[in-house]
Structure formats: structure tokens, C-alpha cells
């Protein structure tokens, strides 16, 4: 070990503020969140060093789990946030991949202006998400939007997109999938400039069909990076506030687990930290299992 420390001290005096760093911003909040679920702590019980007020919390045990997996109405409705979550996530998710593969396999030949083509394809990912989104609620303003003045124009009905029905789901799912689509394009077009030229090449003498050589040459030439992009997309979509929450607000229709989480956390009314750190671990937990399922489905496909 003397020998070891010796030859790679350096190394790892390098990653130490990194890792210090982390801990502190990342691993302290989550193991206070975690200990805040086993806890009735809200705005009241919470310890306050401004005011002079010590923490008055009491421990509960699993009650806020139990509560929420549960169904009871007094900690928001679980089972039906993640449905829509997991309806919002793979609804994007799958959008995201294949326009993005649509539009990688466009860019992957040789045409003309493709580098602009690229530049203008990769702005929405490089615009902040929040400026979107302000944009995006304009757009889709039901009285002076311009999406509703077209339809308008051209004899279409035209919704209340971010009012109280499912079109609010669906507008944030747009707004979403325009913003997301530019990187799993521009990971996909990475990963296509990877495959060798021979094996289209050796495919197509073989007589092998458009079709035959997007499954049989293209398709497992990315699957490396569809895994990889797929599982981010799922973990960021998951996770999505920004996008959600500044075009419609606290709106049960548009309404994930990650928004609940905020709206209970930071709600004038009741700012009930336990519950809002309970939603967060169950997320944290869900995605963890997703991840790996997904990882080990791969790996069997692999073999």
C-alpha cells in the first residue's frame, strides 16, 4: 500500500477536491434528504438559527413511505404521478431517438450546406432550457400564440393548450422533444461516422436491400451508443423541471413526480420537507432499478 500511495500520490491528490466537492454539495444534501424521509419535518419543525428556534421534528419511522405507496390522499396521488411520468419519459424518450436517428442518418451524407444544417439542428440543445420555455408558453398561448392564430387561419380547431386537459401534456411533450432531439442527433451521427464504410459496402454486394442494411449493419453498429444515449435520455427526461414546470406551472395535468416533489417542498401553504424528500428518494429509487434492468438487458442481448 506504501508502494502504491508512493507511485500514484500524485493522481490522487488531484482528484481529492473533486471528490470533496462532491461530497458536499452532492453526498451531504442526499444523506439529509434520505434521514428527512424517517421525519414529520416541515417549515414549523425545522431547526431555525435566524429566529433562535431549535428543531422540534420527530421521528416517524416509514410512515411517509407507507403513506405515499399507499394511495393517502394527504401525501398527493403517487401511483398516478408515475404514470404520467412514465408516460411523459418514454413518449419523449422515444421521439428523442428516433427523430434524432432520422436526422443523424440525413446529416451522415454527403449533401450540400451540411454543416449549416448541423449548426441550425443543434440550436434549440444550445439555448437554455428556461429561455424555451418562456418562448415555447408564448407560442402557445391560447389567444395570442401564434400556434393558435395558424390553426385559427387555416379553419382548425384551436385548444387551450396549457389550460386544465391533457393538451398541456401534450405542448410540454413538443417542447421537449424539440429541445432534446439536437443531442441524441448529434450522439447518433457520432456513432454512425463510427461504422466502417466496408461493411455497406460488402452488405450491398451481398444484394442486401436499404432496409436490410439499416437492420443488420446500422442498427448493431449503434447499439453501444443508443444504450448509452437511451439511458440518459430516460434518467433526464425523469427528471425534467424546468421545461415542465415554467410553461405550466403547478397544473395537475402536466403534473410528475419531480414537480410534486417541488411544489411540496417549497409550497407557502405547508412546505412539508418530509414528504418532499420522500417523493425524491422514491425517484432516486426508481431510477435506479430502471438503470439496472436496462444495463442487464443489455448485457443479455450482448451475449
Known amino acids: 500500500m506504501r508502494a502504491f500511495l508512493s507511485r500514484h500520490w500524485y493522481a490522487y491528490a488531484m482528484v481529492l477536491p473533486v471528490v470533496l466537492v462532491v461530497a458536499v454539495l452532492v453526498l451531504f444534501p442526499l444523506g439529509q434528504g434520505v434521514l428527512f424521509t424517517f421525519t414529520d419535518v416541515d417549515e414549523g419543525t425545522i431547526a431555525n438559527p435566524v429566529l433562535g428556534r431549535p428543531a422540534t421534528y420527530e421521528w416517524v419511522g416509514l410512515r411517509n413511505y407507507a403513506g405515499i405507496l399507499s394511495g393517502d390522499p394527504g401525501y398527493g396521488a403517487f401511483w398516478g404521478t408515475l404514470g404520467r411520468t412514465m408516460v411523459w419519459t418514454f413518449g419523449c424518450v422515444l421521439c428523442h431517438y428516433a427523430l434524432g436517428l432520422g436526422l443523424a442518418l440525413l446529416l451522415n451524407r454527403q449533401v450540400r450546406g451540411r454543416a449549416v444544417y448541423r449548426a441550425l439542428l443543434i440550436l434549440p440543445w444550445a439555448v437554455p432550457?428556461?429561455?424555451?420555455?418562456?418562448?415555447?408558453?408564448?407560442?402557445?398561448?391560447?389567444?395570442?400564440?401564434?400556434?393558435?392564430?395558424?390553426?385559427?387561419?387555416?379553419?382548425?380547431?384551436?385548444?387551450?393548450?396549457?389550460?386544465?386537459?391533457?393538451?398541456?401534456?401534450?405542448?410540454?411533450?413538443?417542447?421537449?422533444?424539440?429541445?432534446?432531439?439536437?443531442?441524441?442527433?448529434?450522439?447518433?451521427?457520432?456513432?454512425?461516422?463510427?461504422?466502417?464504410?466496408?461493411?455497406?459496402?460488402?452488405?450491398?454486394?451481398?444484394?442486401?436491400?436499404?432496409?436490410?442494411?439499416?437492420?443488420?449493419?446500422?442498427?448493431?453498429?449503434?447499439?453501444?451508443?443508443?444504450?448509452?444515449?437511451?439511458?440518459?435520455?430516460?434518467?433526464?427526461?425523469?427528471?425534467?423541471?424546468?421545461?415542465?414546470?415554467?410553461?405550466?406551472?403547478?397544473?395537475?395535468?402536466?403534473?410528475?413526480?419531480?414537480?410534486?416533489?417541488?411544489?411540496?417542498?417549497?409550497?407557502a401553504a405547508s412546505r412539508d420537507y418530509a414528504v418532499a424528500s420522500t417523493y425524491g428518494v422514491l425517484i432516486l429509487s426508481v431510477l435506479l432499478v430502471f438503470a439496472a434492468a436496462y444495463r442487464r438487458a443489455l448485457r443479455e442481448e450482448a451475449a
Open 129 to 267: 432550457a428556461f429561455v424555451s420555455a418562456f418562448a415555447w408558453r408564448h407560442l402557445l398561448n391560447a389567444r395570442y400564440g401564434i400556434v393558435n392564430q395558424v390553426l385559427r387561419a387555416l379553419g382548425l380547431p384551436d385548444p387551450v393548450w396549457l389550460g386544465q386537459s391533457d393538451w398541456a401534456l401534450v405542448a410540454v411533450m413538443v417542447v421537449n422533444v424539440w429541445l432534446g432531439t439536437p443531442f441524441m442527433m448529434v450522439a447518433l451521427l457520432g456513432g454512425l461516422q463510427s461504422i466502417p464504410t466496408t461493411l455497406y459496402e460488402a452488405a450491398e454486394v451481398d444484394g442486401a436491400s436499404p432496409w436490410q442494411r439499416f437492420r443488420h449493419v446500422t442498427l448493431p453498429g449503434l447499439r453501444a451508443v443508443s444504450g448509452t444515449v437511451v439511458l440518459l435520455g430516460v434518467i433526464w427526461t425523469f427528471n425534467m423541471f424546468a421545461v415542465v414546470y415554467l410553461i405550466t406551472g403547478a397544473n395537475p395535468n402536466t403534473r410528475l413526480l419531480v414537480t410534486y416533489a417541488f411544489e411540496r417542498f417549497f409550497s
